[in-house]
């Protein structure tokens, strides 16, 4: 059975090139680190606990790093937008504005999606 936290702030701040995660501190990264291993247990459908996973996989361990990593920087770059004012309209972006789906998780995760029955079933009747 896995225990939880999968990975470490440490393993967090060794693979991160960006200066804003590498600054954070152990404690915030702890919560991030947390955030994303909900994040993949929803998306699993399994918290690997059961026992074939002594250790957690290495596939789910990356995507937990990656996934820290985001919501580190996210958590970093909250309130930094540049800002450009052209006659009419202005154009406001974020440096981080993308979705977790684009950070490429899912081929990392996909082979450990847990499918279960809905617990639900149609019943069609018709008159013979």
């Given at each position: 059975?896995?225990s939880r936290p999968w990975v470490t702030p440490?393993?967090?701040?060794?693979?991160?090139?960006?200066?804003?995660?590498?600054?954070?501190?152990?404690?915030?990264?702890?919560?991030?680190?947390?955030?994303?291993?909900?994040?993949?247990?929803?998306?699993?459908?399994?918290?690997?606990?059961?026992?074939?996973?002594?250790?957690?996989?290495?596939?789910?361990?990356?995507?937990?790093?990656?996934?820290?990593?985001?919501?580190?920087?996210?958590?970093?770059?909250?309130?930094?937008?540049?800002?450009?004012?052209f006659d009419d309209w202005s154009y406001t972006?974020?440096?981080?504005?993308?979705?977790?789906?684009?950070?490429?998780?899912?081929?990392?995760?996909?082979?450990?999606?847990?499918?279960?029955?809905?617990?639900?079933?149609?019943?069609?009747?018709?008159?013979?």
């Open positions: 059975m896995a440490a393993q967090v701040k060794a693979y991160t090139d960006l200066p804003d995660v590498a600054a954070r501190t152990d404690a915030k990264l702890a919560v991030d680190i947390q955030r994303a291993e909900a994040y993949i247990i929803k998306y699993c459908h399994q918290d690997f606990s059961g026992e074939e996973y002594t250790t957690i996989p290495a596939d789910v361990a990356t995507a937990d790093i990656i996934l820290s990593e985001y919501y580190a920087h996210k958590q970093g770059s909250i309130g930094k937008y540049k800002s450009e004012t972006s974020g440096e981080s504005e993308y979705l977790v789906q684009t950070l490429g998780i899912d081929g990392l995760l996909d082979p450990y999606v847990e499918t279960s029955a809905s617990g639900k079933f149609n019943m069609r009747l018709r008159k013979l």
